[in-house]
């Protein structure tokens, strides 16, 4: 592991000296091998006795030559050396530069990466990458060929970019999410990242606690997983998902054994138990929420399970699920990884925990709602559903370009009707109507409220201690027959 801090300002102005050698300092913990910094155009890195942060910082020639001036972009990591040697050549921030020298591409890193070898000859075959280290590779890969790469890398990673080749910076972020292991079921994020970002700076690290601290009156957010994001002024943008279903945390190990019986198996290096937390809510949100684990492989305690063979298949997951909102569309997914939109009825309490079997319902604390979606939307009733369901069928459309061109209807009979359109998110008032929304919006399982005004979020405030109003904006009394009539050349 390693630790990665920055300070990004939306405008150039006084480098918070304090706060980000605070971050440093915290980061250390997740270091330990070198460190190094990258300051608008300049950097530096330290090893040997300078290898911690809280050595490094105060010799610093880049840190004291910054103190009390104008800043854009600042740049920390602290190394824990997985792949490469420990030296000021394997540090990091990771910097490529032109032939005069000026950075042109700045990247840290948080992880490892097993398979760097073969993507560099996919790649970048004519590179010689003897020498460098994984993180080095991947920054080359970036620079060259792009970022499709980020769906065929296995191991861990958070990468933080800012590609100086257009006039102005380009700031991206990406945290992966994959399985532990080729046999896991489950998806897990694979490294911390935390940020707090307000009109005037993005500051983020991979320690939340000195977040909080340190700028007390901003929320703390973590990114979503699997997506590269684009840093803005106050702002973040989705940039592109990518699908890490087929790629795993662990090294891939080949191996062969024998049994009594003589029969040779051949596979690759799994694990003993099967991880898994369950994070109530999810989006751009911070803390862990309510986390339950699933048991090792092969423990007598699989109940509710069912062997799908040999003993390293027997897994199961008795820990609850959390529907996993997506705010950025204002959509419930059933997977931790945001694949597989809730959709049909669904037994849902304050907190988003889904339920199946009365028994496990009547042992809740809390209220639970039977609840219809429809490809991730909730909805006001089951007659909804039903003539959705209908309607799609007698489109003939598919289901992208259904949800598209009915997109306000289909709101219009959710319970929020509230969507996003043209990075604005409006409120359905009718079947055709709509308007930017202004007002308080909370998620199904969200401990987080959102604040809009006409359209655009303000701000987010985080309720601890929240009996969610299941109904949300929605109030029912919309006429299905009027729906059907209002829809009717879609019928034919």
Request: charged share 25%; net charge positive; glycine share 10%.
């Amino acid at each position: 592991m390693c630790g990665i801090f920055s300070i990004i300002n939306s405008k150039p102005r006084k480098f918070d000296y304090t706060t980000f050698c605070v971050l440093g300092v915290n980061n250390d913990s997740r270091g330990g091998d070198s460190c190094g910094v990258f300051i608008d155009g300049l950097w530096e890195v330290g090893v040997d006795k300078k290898k911690e942060f809280r050595d490094f910082f105060k010799e610093s020639s880049v840190l004291n030559r910054i103190k009390g001036k104008n800043v854009s972009i600042a740049l920390g990591h602290c190394r824990k050396a997985s792949v490469g040697g420990v030296s000021d050549k394997t540090a990091q921030p990771v910097v490529l530069t032109d032939k005069a020298g000026n950075a042109k591409f700045v990247m840290i890193h948080n992880g490892t990466i097993h398979n760097y070898e073969e993507l560099a000859k996919k790649y970048i075959p004519k590179i010689d990458i003897k020498g460098l280290t994984d993180s080095q590779v991947m920054a080359r890969i970036f620079y060259y060929k792009g970022y499709d790469c980020l769906s065929e890398y296995n191991g861990g990673s958070v990468f933080l970019i800012v590609d100086y080749r257009q006039p102005e910076p380009r700031i991206l972020i990406f945290r992966g999410a994959s399985k532990k292991y080729s046999t896991s079921t489950t998806i897990e994020e694979e490294r911390p990242f935390y940020f707090i970002q307000n009109k005037n700076e993005f500051v983020c690290s991979s320690i939340d606690k000195y977040l909080e601290v340190l700028r007390p009156d901003d929320e703390v957010f973590t990114v979503e997983d699997n997506v590269l994001i684009q840093v803005l002024p106050g702002d973040i943008v989705n940039v592109k998902s990518y699908d890490r279903s087929n790629c795993q945390q662990s090294k891939v190990v080949n191996y062969t054994t024998s049994n009594s019986y003589g029969t040779v198996w051949q596979g690759n290096q799994g694990g003993s138990t099967y991880g898994g937390t369950y994070y109530q809510g999810g989006g751009y949100r911070g803390g862990a929420g309510v986390g339950h684990t699933t048991p090792a492989v092969g423990s007598e305690f699989n109940r509710g399970g069912t062997s799908t063979g040999s003993s390293i298949d027997r897994v199961t997951s008795i820990g609850p699920k959390f529907l996993r909102p997506d705010k950025t569309t204002n959509i419930y997914f059933t997977d931790k990884a945001k694949t597989i939109p809730a959709h049909g009825q669904l037994s849902i309490n304050d907190f988003g925990r889904m339920y199946t079997g009365e028994a496990a319902k009547e042992e809740s604390s809390h209220t639970v709602k039977e609840i219809w979606f429809f490809n991730g939307i909730a909805l006001l009733d089951v007659e909804y559903f039903r003539f959705l369901e209908f309607a799609l069928k007698k489109s003939k459309m598919s289901k992208e370009e259904f949800m598209t061109k009915y997109q306000n209807l289909i709101r219009f009979v959710s319970l929020d009707k509230l969507y996003s359109m043209n990075g604005s998110f409006h409120l359905a008032t009718g079947f055709s109507s709509h308007r930017p929304f202004t007002g308080e919006f909370q998620m199904i399982g969200d401990s987080f409220v959102s604040e809009f005004k006409d359209g655009q979020t303000s701000c987010y405030r985080n309720i601890k201690n929240y009996d969610h109003p299941l109904d949300l904006l929605g109030t029912k009394g919309i006429s299905v027959t009027k729906l059907y009539k209002r829809c009717k050349s879609l019928m034919k």
